[in-house]
């Protein structure tokens, strides 16, 4: 069953605390991809990740970091996460940049 | 999105009716790809059109491409409740290894 797992599903986080968000696909997609969404702003790339240790910012990397040690799981990083980055939070893969994106479930951040 | 919007943010009909959304670009693309969010879900490609093609289609699901006017569509015939979602254009642009997706229009289909 070909797919992007996200881990957790729901976090609650105090401003200033640490938060990963970590992100799983099975298929061996060269590609993976880290967006925000709220409402009224649609998806917004936060990081493009080509290959292990190939990552690239994508257009509101502010705030965040990644890594990606293998191929098949790619983290968002906030360290001290801050209020404004509560929202849900998509990880994707595609089989190389430009083919059809698998979008994960989703991670719903609260940051209090 | 600066690369890709659906001309409506909302869309509300009944069951049975056809529907279309309409997504416009600002510069050169190769495909547009139409997704899908159902509520709690991440978004899930439903079909996609290549800038050589002008229509495609794929069940109840029609998409249209215009290269001329930088603009697709996404057509349903005889929505059915389950259709009831949002709705998202994504577009490719070149020199950019990914794809720039749209605001997305919400579409609910009533019984």
């Known amino acids: 069953d070909m797919k992007v797992t996200q881990m957790p599903r729901y976090l609650i986080k105090r401003m200033g605390e640490n938060v990963l968000l970590e992100c799983g696909q099975d298929?061996?997609?060269?590609?993976m991809y880290w967006y925000r969404q709220d409402p009224g702003l649609g998806l917004q790339l936060i990081y493009i990740?080509?290959?292990?240790?190939?990552?690239s910012e994508g257009d509101i990397p502010k705030g965040y970091r990644v890594s990606r040690k293998k191929r098949e799981h790619f983290s968002l990083i906030l360290d001290s996460a801050k209020t404004n980055q509560t929202s849900v939070y998509f990880c994707?893969?595609?089989?190389?940049?430009?083919?059809?994106?698998?979008f994960g479930s989703g991670t719903r951040l609260l940051v209090i | 999105s600066q690369w890709g919007e659906e001309n409506l943010q909302a869309l509300s009909i009944q069951e049975g009716e056809d529907v279309t959304m309409n997504c416009s670009y600002k510069?050169?693309?190769?495909?547009v790809h139409w997704y899908r969010q159902d509520s709690g879900r991440g978004p899930a490609l439903i079909i996609l059109?290549?800038?050589?093609?002008r229509e495609k289609r794929s069940g109840r699901l029609r998409a249209t491409l215009d290269t001329s006017s930088q603009s697709s569509s996404l057509s349903i015939t005889a929505a059915q409740c389950e259709d009831t979602a949002v709705y998202f254009c994504?577009?490719?642009?070149?020199?950019?290894?990914?794809?720039?997706f749209g605001k997305g229009t919400s579409l609910t289909v009533i019984p």
């Open positions: 994707a893969s595609s089989l190389w940049a430009n083919s059809d994106y698998t």
């Open positions: 994504a577009t490719d642009f070149p020199g950019y290894q990914n794809f720039y």
């Open positions: 990740s080509y290959d292990v240790d190939s990552n």
């Open positions: 298929m061996s997609h060269e590609t």
């Open positions: 059109i290549r800038s050589n093609e």
């Open positions: 510069t050169y693309t190769t495909v």
